[in-house]
């Protein structure tokens, strides 16, 4: 198996839909209500828009592979013959059409960040509630509901920042005039810049602590 079949696996694994009913079972989470039940469906909310950003970006990727093709394609030809692309050739057409749909991407990626920072929101107001009643106990097992505040903030930066570089490279890829500029954005898009190695970590530690893994 390839690396890349392996971080493949990896990803699929890490981003598996959460199974509430799976959920071994304790006094502290049972039956859950109130600033728990709100704390524990935001969690699995935003593993689950997570999820969603994961699939959009792989399909982004493919068609950002097919549009840094054509157009390195065409870039060469102009370098080599010093002759006008046509405007109306199949290529072009296939270009346009292949910009539509990475505008599509990117609008999916919109509503994975609004969602994330729906929930974000949500948990301040649980916070805000929390501080009104002096109330800053433990929910689940270590964490504070300024702990999932935290989590939930750091990760909805993270995503808004890298769907920002995502419009920009929807916008300025399929124009590229260059096969390092067309070379760039496409690396950008795949390696995601914005989204640390700790939004993994964060992730995890949340899902951990409201018991929807172990």
């Known amino acids: 198996m390839s690396r ?4 493949q696996s990896s990803m699929d694994k890490l ?34 828009a997570i999820q969603k950003w994961t699939k959009t ?5 493919e068609i950002i592979t097919e549009i840094a093709n054509i157009r390195i394609s065409h870039i060469l030809q102009y370098e080599e013959e010093n002759t006008e692309k046509p405007d109306n050739s ?9 910009c539509e749909n990475l505008q599509s991407c990117v609008q999916k ?11 974000a929101a949500k948990f301040q107001g649980v ?9 800053s106990e433990v929910l689940f097992q ?13 990760l909805s930066t993270m ?26 954005f496409t690396s950008a898009w795949v390696h995601q810049p914005y989204i640390e190695d700790r939004a993994d970590l964060l992730l995890q530690s949340m899902l951990t602590e409201t018991g929807h893994q172990s």
């Open 4 to 7: 890349k079949e392996d971080d």
């Open 15 to 48: 981003f598996s839909p959460v199974r509430l009913n799976n959920v071994a079972k304790s006094s502290k989470t049972a039956n859950l209500t109130g600033n728990e039940r709100q704390i524990k469906d935001g969690c699995a909310d935003i593993h689950n």
């Open 57 to 61: 970006n792989r399909e982004g990727t």
């Open 90 to 98: 199949a290529d072009f057409l296939k270009l346009e059409s292949l």
């Open 109 to 119: 990626l919109k509503k994975v960040v609004l969602k994330i920072g729906t929930v």
């Open 127 to 135: 916070q805000t509630l929390s501080q009104y009643k002096n109330n």
């Open 142 to 154: 270590t964490w504070s509901t300024q702990d999932f505040v935290s989590a939930a903030k750091e």
């Open 159 to 184: 995503y808004q920042k890298e769907l920002e570089l995502k419009q920009s490279i929807y916008e300025n890829v399929c124009h590229a005039d260059s096969r390092d500029s067309v070379m760039f």
